[in-house]
């Protein structure tokens, strides 16, 4: 109780009545002595004028400081820096421009002639805009999928082949060795090692190895991974779960014995333990999810 | 509620001055009570300003003062750690003075010497905010602001000082 009223002693906030009460007490008749007389020294006297003196005197000199606008040093500063920019500006212009999509993303994006692109998880293309007019052509490293406009030529060219079309829709797979293209409208053809193919609307081809090992009709308009899925045909199990790593960003530890089990199936790209579940009940196998998301598949 | 009219800057002159009216003398103080040096005091309040006026543009006029006390603060992070620091007060005279024994006033001011010197005792973080308390006339709750505590540590420090002197001087 004191203690409080010498706070309120200490903070001139105390009432007569609580002083006595205070008082009252040897010790905190003490405080009151030593926090009375403290508050009667003093510091030393500050020369108030004099610093605000000196503090005018720099404030004015920092004013006074006008910037020249022109005169012949600015004049070089200037023209570096124009220098600069052009130079700047030429660089940019011709360099190729890359889009780019990461782990579990996917992305569309429209390209000079409105042709559109969209791209799966973990995929990119590049071009070059000013030569984009003269020559349709572009570089993918993933999967992607195109709707081109009517016009010249438009060339997908990737590591494992290139993919030429006039006014179309296809897709384009390439993943490690494995080059999987699907036409959904009009006409494409495939180049790859010294052969070539042609594909119109609802076929799809795909060359493992630089080998031709599969022709197949599709039946959708638009491949699955658009809409949040992803199908295979008697897939490893290994590209099944790679594409799994991509569309969730994870990372996934296969403990099998046998290895080349073979996936057919879709999973989904919206929930993760569905799409886990999908792809291991059929194969009778049983997966863990840790704190880091690390997922260990493994044999029942 | 409206909404409150954009700040103006402390590089309006008028608001710098105000600012130094109001604030220098205690940034003064502050400095006095951590180093004990006058002209060190008075140099240090001068070259705050000074930085204050530097980083006009930077500094709302609502954020002046801790802006100056962080200045402060800064200035003294390379010194040599607790050294005694032992600052000489000026007494203010009493009006009672004359009409007490000469007895009295011996008791008096070997008191005041006993309570200088415990004063310099203590630790720093008691001895600031006690003194710009006392002398400085400063209320817990500005106290706490300005040195960035909860009021309960300055009334922990205004406690522990008060004990600290009191055993030191002894028998009153």
């Known amino acids: ?300 | 509620m409206a909404e409150p009219e954009k700040e103006e800057n402390v590089c309006k002159e008028s608001i710098y001055n105000r600012l130094f009216t109001s604030l220098s003398t205690s940034i003064y103080n502050f400095i006095f009570f951590k180093c004990g040096n006058a002209a060190q005091a008075e140099d240090l309040v001068q070259e705050a300003f000074i930085k204050l006026w530097e980083n006009c543009a930077k500094v709302p006029e609502a954020k002046a003062k801790s802006f100056l006390y962080a200045v402060c603060n800064n200035a003294f992070l390379n010194e040599v750690a607790h050294k005694k620091v032992v600052l000489n007060y000026v007494q203010k005279t009493g009006s009672q003075i004359n009409e007490q024994s000469p007895q009295y006033i011996l008791e008096e001011k070997e008191f005041e010497k006993k309570l200088q010197n415990a004063i310099a005792n203590l630790t720093e973080a008691q001895r600031i905010a006690f003194l710009m308390n006392r002398i400085d006339g400063k209320k817990y709750r500005e106290i706490a602001d300005i040195l960035n505590i909860s009021i309960k540590a300055v009334e922990k420090r205004m406690s522990q000082a008060l004990e600290a002197l009191r055993k030191e001087i002894g028998n009153i």
């Open chain 1, 1 to 300: 109780m004191s203690e409080k009223l010498l706070h309120k002693f200490l903070n001139s906030e105390i009432t007569e009545a609580e002083m006595e009460i205070l008082k009252a007490s040897d010790v905190y008749r003490e405080y009151l002595k030593i926090a009375s007389h403290t508050s009667t020294m003093q510091t030393p006297s500050f020369n108030k004028e004099r610093v605000r003196q000196n503090l005018s005197e720099r404030t004015s000199i920092e004013k006074k400081k006008a910037i020249p606008l022109f005169n012949y040093r600015s004049l070089l500063k200037y023209a570096a820096l124009i220098v600069l920019m052009l130079v700047g500006y030429f660089y940019l212009v011709t360099m190729d421009v890359s889009v780019t999509s990461q782990l579990a993303e996917k992305r569309t994006y429209t390209l000079p002639d409105k042709s559109e692109v969209t791209l799966n998880a973990d995929s990119k293309i590049t071009y070059n805009k000013n030569s984009w007019d003269d020559k349709r052509a572009l570089t993918l490293r993933g999967e992607a999928f195109f709707k081109v406009m009517k016009g010249g030529k438009f060339d997908v060219e990737t590591s494992l082949g290139t993919v030429r079309v006039m006014g179309t829709q296809f897709n384009v797979q390439t993943r490690d060795k494995h080059f999987h293209v699907s036409c959904y409208e009009g006409l494409v053809e495939v180049y790859f090692q010294n052969q070539s193919i042609q594909l119109t609307a609802g076929n799809s081809v795909i060359i493992e190895n630089g080998k031709l090992i599969a022709e197949q009709t599709i039946s959708t308009t638009k491949p699955g991974w658009m809409f949040d899925e992803s199908t295979f045909e008697n897939a490893l199990l290994e590209n099944v779960i790679e594409e799994l790593e991509r569309q969730y960003g994870v990372k996934v530890e296969i403990n099998l014995t046998d290895k080349t089990k073979r996936f057919t199936g879709t999973f989904t790209h919206t929930n993760l333990e569905d799409a886990l579940k999908t792809i291991c009940v059929p194969l009778q196998l049983n997966y863990s999810i840790d704190d880091n998301r690390v997922i260990k598949i493994y044999e029942e």
